[in-house]
Nanobody, 125 residues
Framework: QLQASGGGSVQAGGSLRLSCAAS????????MGWFRQAPGKEREFVAR???????YYADSVKGRFTVSRDNAKNTVTLQMISLKPGDTAVYYC?????????????????????WGQGTQVTVSS
């Protein structure tokens, strides 16, 4: 089970920090991803982090967002800076077993088995 938190409303240029808490004892064996869905748009990939800490970002957030994880605390965090109105969306954390890394594309929704409930991020101009 995944529980996302930390969303809110900020002005353009501001920062927010999203957290995702996972239950279970095998958190360290999962790839954790962040996705977002803006009104009227499809859910899109934002960032992912392997259990080792290796990260990958969508071009739209590269240099502004940072994903990290604490395997001891079963948490993954998305630090967002220099936020833009285009970042407004519901943000979701997701988990996928890392053993799929040889064949799965972790930028795709279909690679993930577990999803959090989403947290709203609103950036005003």
């Amino acid at each position: 089970q995944l529980q996302a938190s930390g969303g809110g409303s900020v002005q353009a240029g501001g920062s927010l920090r999203l957290s995702c808490a996972a239950s279970g004892r095998t958190f360290s064996t999962y790839v954790m991803g962040w996705f977002r869905q803006a009104p009227g748009k499809e859910r899109e990939f934002v960032a992912r982090i392997w259990s080792s800490g290796t990260t990958y970002y969508a071009d739209s957030v590269k240099g502004r967002f940072t994903v990290s994880r604490d395997n001891a605390k079963n948490t993954v965090t998305l630090q967002m800076i220099s936020l833009k109105p285009g970042d407004t969306a519901v943000y979701y954390c997701a988990a996928s077993p890392q053993y799929r890394s040889s064949y799965a594309d972790f930028t795709q929704i279909t690679a993930y088995d577990y999803w959090g409930q989403g947290t709203q991020v609103t950036v005003s101009s």
